[in-house]
């Protein structure tokens, strides 16, 4: 049974910075990934990193977030720097297989965690 559990969420004034972690009971072949869900909007990818260790961002976390992922401890991580108010959403870690340059496609993650809230002010 594969579990993926999100951690780290919380409220912070714009300009602070949080970690979100995801303890994820798989091996290292998926690729894992941070969505988010803002109120009202539909999901986006945020972040990923495949099993060779190639990350890919969205253009609105680019130079402020970093995906990285502890294989010892099976724990995905995300560091958000500079958060600001647009960044508030529910995250999501998913895991999947991906192909060529689409990393964001939700059709090709097939696991999920709960979310944790980031609310950003």
């Known amino acids: 049974h594969v579990q993926l559990v999100e951690s780290g969420g919380g409220s912070v004034q714009a300009g602070g910075s949080l970690r979100l972690s995801c303890v994820a009971s798989?091996?290292?072949?998926?690729?894992m990934a941070w969505f988010r869900q803002a109120p009202g909007k539909e999901r986006e990818g945020v972040a990923a990193i495949d099993s060779d260790g190639s990350t890919a961002y969205a253009d609105s976390v680019k130079g402020r977030f970093t995906i990285s992922k502890d294989h010892a401890k099976n724990t995905l991580y995300l560091q958000m720097n500079s958060l600001k108010p647009d960044d508030t959403a529910m995250y999501y870690c998913?895991?999947?297989?991906?192909?060529?340059?689409?990393?964001?496609?939700?059709?090709?993650?097939?696991?999920w965690g709960q979310g944790t809230q980031v609310t950003v002010s």
């Open positions: 798989l091996d290292g072949r998926h690729c």
């Open positions: 998913a895991a999947g297989f991906v192909y060529g340059d689409v990393w964001f496609r939700e059709d090709d993650y097939n696991h």
